[in-house]
């Protein structure tokens, strides 16, 4: 048995038999609508169909399926299909097709081939990234936002346009994008310098970027090459440059002028032949009404800059499911879980999608790796997904402290139980599932938390689903 959990939507025992051969657990669906409810719930590796379900059937499943988040393998069953059904199916985005007998060794091929998907490190760039360029910078994601920022990127790499400017909040992948140019523009030259102006001090950073002399200062016992001179023909990446001391700011932009520079005491003139690109968190507009930054090197520095745009915004979210999904796929916080926790629960999702991430994608990576050391079972569940939340409160105008939001895990942990039971009309193998753990763990935390259903349950509205046994899911032994 190769996968964890596999949906069958058949009636057939045969069908059934095959689903038991690849899954550790199969769970039978009646309909299309039961299977998408059952993929929320139990986040299967796999879907098998009979050949009761025509292409156009398949179609409308795979496209109701995407709406809900559900992105899974769908694997027809057929004893009689020809060429031209088989290209149909194919067509509609199913993975494989295959007989009912004669390909069962096939099917393990395929359980294989998924099974290998799952693993940490075998991210495919068609699943996660919107081409081949965001595949090699590591630009996650396919939302309008993402794809429009990639068209910015190959617009200005394929230019001679230099410096470069990328704006964005913190943590949205701004050196990601500085590497993407660099890839394009400079794709035999391996040379990408990057430096954080806001890590070192004013003296400091003028000997990191320019270089310095033997006995230019105290302490320099012998010459330095800087930074924008190893660069050579390659790419410098100036990252926080708003933190810039102003001095150095007009350094650099004689150097983005005259492309030439001097060494710290130095009296000869270095040819700059490197791509310059600056990043910045703040807005380098207002950054120049308060007198923070020159306004002479902003304007240079502003030609086309490239926006990315934070993981709160409408055109972004659709992101914030495929970036989970890829760093629980990738993430190497924990080896001794590797390829043991494969999925995450709908509602679990369904918290990262609602949050507002001020980190953006620093902080959801940082997220995933951590439900990833607490989580105990095979899917991450909304147990394990802790975020902080944070409140700007100023004490006075000139006082402004952070506040975390007072909140008790335990009560915390209350209400996610209680939301779970109560989605699922109480019953307890479904809850269990969106919350992932197991049922008897369940059992444990409804007493331990005294949680009853009932008007007067506090945190808890009795659910109006009848609970009968036609609403379970159907588990093939």
């Given at each position: 048995?190769?996968?964890?959990r596999v949906?069958v ?10 689903a038991?051969?690849?899954g ?10 039961e299977a998408?409810n ?24 795979i496209a109701?399926?995407?709406k809900?988040?559900?992105?899974i393998p769908?694997v ?10 088989l ?12 007989h ?6 096939q ?6 081939k ?10 495919h760039?068609a699943?996660?990234?919107a081409?081949d360029l ?15 920022t990639?068209?910015?990127?190959n617009?200005?790499a394929g230019?001679?346009?230099?410096p ?24 035999n030259?391996p040379?990408?310098?990057g ?7 004013a ?7 320019f270089?310095?002399?033997r006995g ?20 410098i990446?100036l ?29 000869k003139d270095?040819?700059?032949q490197?791509?310059?690109?600056a990043?910045?968190?703040r807005?380098l507009k207002?950054?120049?009404i ?23 915004t ?10 989970a ?11 001794d879980?590797a390829g ?12 990262l999608?609602n ?6 994608v620093?902080?959801l ?11 105990t079972?095979?899917?991450i569940?909304l147990t394990?997904?802790i ?6 409160v ?7 402290s952070v506040?975390i ?11 996610l ?5 109560q989605?699922?009309?109480?019953q307890?193998t479904r ?10 763990t369940?059992?444990a ?12 349950a ?7 689903t009848?609970v009968?046994?036609e609403?379970?899911?159907?588990y093939?032994?």
């Amino acid at each position: 048995m190769l996968l964890r959990r596999v949906i069958v939507v058949s009636a057939q025992p045969d069908v059934q038999q095959l689903a038991r051969r690849v899954g550790q657990q199969a769970f039978v669906a009646d309909d299309t609508a039961e299977a998408i409810n059952f993929a929320r719930t139990l986040a299967p590796e796999l879907i098998l169909f009979d050949d009761r379900f025509t292409p156009g059937h398949i179609a409308d499943f795979i496209a109701t399926a995407d709406k809900n988040g559900v992105k899974i393998p769908v694997v027809t069953v057929s004893s009689d299909i020809n060429s031209i059904r088989l290209n149909e199916y194919r067509q509609v985005g199913v993975f494989d097709c295959l007989h009912l007998l004669a390909d069962q060794q096939q099917l393990l091929e395929i359980a294989a081939k998924i099974k290998s998907r799952l693993q940490p490190g075998t991210n495919h760039p068609a699943d996660y990234f919107a081409s081949d360029l965001a595949a090699s910078a590591g630009i996650v994601g396919k939302s309008k936002a993402i794809k429009s920022t990639l068209r910015i990127i190959n617009l200005v790499a394929g230019s001679n346009c230099n410096p470069v400017l990328i704006t964005g909040e913190t943590g949205t992948g701004k050196e990601l994008a500085a590497k993407a140019v660099h890839i394009i523009r400079h794709p035999n030259e391996p040379r990408f310098i990057g430096v954080n102006c806001a890590a070192l001090t004013a003296t400091l950073l003028e000997s990191e970027l320019f270089g310095h002399v033997r006995g230019a200062f105290t302490g320099a016992d012998r010459d330095k090459t800087g930074l924008l001179e190893l660069a050579g023909q390659g790419t410098i990446f100036l990252d926080e440059i708003s933190e810039m001391p102003i001095e150095l700011q007009a350094k650099l932009l004689r150097v983005i002028q005259d492309k030439t520079f001097r060494k710290v005491g130095g009296i000869k003139d270095i040819l700059c032949q490197a791509t310059i690109i600056a990043s910045s968190n703040r807005n380098l507009k207002k950054e120049v009404i308060l007198n923070h930054f020159r306004s002479d090197l902003y304007y240079r520095l502003n030609i086309c800059p490239i926006t990315i745009a934070p993981l709160k915004t409408p055109e972004r979210r659709e992101d914030i499911r495929l970036l989970a999904e890829y760093f629980l796929r990738s993430s190497t916080v924990c080896p001794d879980k590797a390829g043991k926790i494969t999925a995450i629960t709908a509602l679990a999702l369904e918290a990262l999608e609602n949050h507002t991430w001020p980190g953006n994608v620093r902080e959801l990576r940082n997220v995933i790796d951590r439900a990833l050391l607490l989580e105990t079972t095979d899917k991450i569940g909304l147990t394990s997904v802790i975020i902080e939340h944070f409140d700007l409160v100023g004490s006075s105008d000139s006082d402004t402290s952070v506040h975390i939001r007072d909140y008790s895990l335990e009560k915390a942990e209350r209400e996610l139980i209680a939301r779970a039971l109560q989605e699922t009309g109480w019953q307890k193998t479904r809850a269990a599932a969106l919350l992932g753990i197991t049922r008897a763990t369940l059992y444990a935390k409804v007493k331990q938390h005294n949680i009853q259903m009932g008007p007067c349950a506090p945190n808890l509205i009795q659910s109006s689903t009848p609970v009968s046994p036609e609403n379970q899911p159907v588990y093939v032994a």
